[in-house]
Protein backbone atom coordinates (compact mmCIF):
# COMPACT_ATOMS: atom_id res chain seq x y z
CA UNK A 1 0.00 0.00 0.00
CA UNK A 2 1.38 4.08 -0.62
CA UNK A 3 2.74 6.09 2.39
CA UNK A 4 -0.04 8.64 2.80
CA UNK A 5 0.28 12.33 4.17
CA UNK A 6 -0.44 11.66 8.15
CA UNK A 7 0.99 14.81 9.28
CA UNK A 8 -2.40 17.12 9.20
CA UNK A 9 -3.49 14.22 12.01
CA UNK A 10 -3.49 15.95 15.84
CA UNK A 11 -1.06 13.80 18.25
CA UNK A 12 -3.61 13.22 21.04
CA UNK A 13 -1.71 12.97 24.63
CA UNK A 14 -3.71 10.54 26.26
CA UNK A 15 -2.09 10.83 29.93
CA UNK A 16 -5.07 10.02 31.84
CA UNK A 17 -5.03 6.08 31.31
CA UNK A 18 -3.54 3.90 32.96
CA UNK A 19 -1.09 3.62 29.84
CA UNK A 20 0.05 6.70 28.75
CA UNK A 21 0.18 7.00 25.22
CA UNK A 22 0.68 9.17 22.52
CA UNK A 23 -2.30 8.50 19.88
CA UNK A 24 -3.61 9.44 16.33
CA UNK A 25 -6.97 8.86 15.50
CA UNK A 26 -7.35 7.26 12.04
CA UNK A 27 -10.28 5.60 10.13
CA UNK A 28 -12.07 3.98 13.16
CA UNK A 29 -8.15 3.12 14.36
CA UNK A 30 -5.83 4.21 17.04
CA UNK A 31 -1.74 4.01 16.64
CA UNK A 32 -0.29 4.99 19.60
CA UNK A 33 3.24 4.86 21.66
CA UNK A 34 3.46 4.57 25.10
CA UNK A 35 5.37 6.16 27.29
CA UNK A 36 6.08 6.50 30.50
CA UNK A 37 7.02 10.38 31.92
CA UNK A 38 9.25 10.46 34.63
CA UNK A 39 9.82 13.48 37.29
CA UNK A 40 12.95 14.50 35.53
CA UNK A 41 11.07 15.59 32.83
CA UNK A 42 11.91 12.47 30.69
CA UNK A 43 9.66 10.73 28.79
CA UNK A 44 10.45 6.62 28.11
CA UNK A 45 9.06 6.08 24.83
CA UNK A 46 8.30 2.22 25.74
CA UNK A 47 6.60 0.36 23.23
CA UNK A 48 4.63 1.60 19.37
CA UNK A 49 1.70 -0.13 17.84
CA UNK A 50 -0.03 0.22 14.34
CA UNK A 51 -3.36 -1.16 13.10
CA UNK A 52 -2.97 -4.19 11.02
CA UNK A 53 -5.26 -2.47 8.69
CA UNK A 54 -3.27 0.59 8.64
CA UNK A 55 0.63 -1.39 8.53
CA UNK A 56 3.00 -0.03 5.39
CA UNK A 57 1.27 3.12 5.15
CA UNK A 58 3.63 4.92 6.81
CA UNK A 59 1.35 5.99 10.04
CA UNK A 60 4.44 4.36 12.49
CA UNK A 61 6.95 6.98 11.34
CA UNK A 62 4.11 9.76 11.51
CA UNK A 63 3.65 8.52 14.97
CA UNK A 64 7.11 9.46 15.81
CA UNK A 65 7.75 11.51 14.47
CA UNK A 66 4.91 14.04 15.49
CA UNK A 67 6.18 12.49 19.59
CA UNK A 68 9.43 13.59 18.75
CA UNK A 69 8.24 16.64 17.61
CA UNK A 70 6.00 16.70 21.28
CA UNK A 71 8.45 15.98 23.20
CA UNK A 72 10.98 19.23 21.82
CA UNK A 73 8.21 21.58 21.82
CA UNK A 74 7.73 21.10 25.54
CA UNK A 75 11.24 20.71 26.83
CA UNK A 76 11.51 17.41 27.56
CA UNK A 77 13.90 14.66 27.07
CA UNK A 78 13.45 11.32 25.62
CA UNK A 79 14.64 8.20 26.06
CA UNK A 80 14.13 5.50 23.14
CA UNK A 81 13.28 2.18 24.85
CA UNK A 82 10.97 0.69 22.14
CA UNK A 83 12.58 -0.64 19.22
CA UNK A 84 10.82 1.09 15.93
CA UNK A 85 11.14 4.57 17.97
CA UNK A 86 15.06 3.42 18.20
CA UNK A 87 14.98 2.15 14.46
CA UNK A 88 13.36 5.29 13.47
CA UNK A 89 16.04 7.49 15.08
CA UNK A 90 18.88 5.61 13.27
CA UNK A 91 17.03 6.55 9.88
CA UNK A 92 16.20 10.20 11.12
CA UNK A 93 19.26 11.02 13.68
CA UNK A 94 18.80 14.95 13.57
CA UNK A 95 15.47 14.29 14.79
CA UNK A 96 16.98 13.36 18.40
CA UNK A 97 19.28 16.74 18.57
CA UNK A 98 19.02 18.17 21.87
CA UNK A 99 16.28 15.68 23.14
CA UNK A 100 17.99 12.51 23.93
CA UNK A 101 18.26 11.78 27.71
CA UNK A 102 21.27 11.77 29.24
CA UNK A 103 23.49 8.15 28.95
CA UNK A 104 20.84 7.36 25.86
CA UNK A 105 22.25 7.03 21.90
CA UNK A 106 20.85 6.24 19.08
CA UNK A 107 23.41 4.18 17.90
CA UNK A 108 24.91 4.96 14.51
Request: glycine share 8%; charged share 20%.
Amino acid sequence: MKNQDWQSLPLINNDSAAKKRFELHIEGEIAFIEYIQAKNSIIYLTHTEVPKTLEGRGLGATIVSKTLHYINEKGFKMAPLCPFVAAYLKRHPKEADGILAPGYSIGL
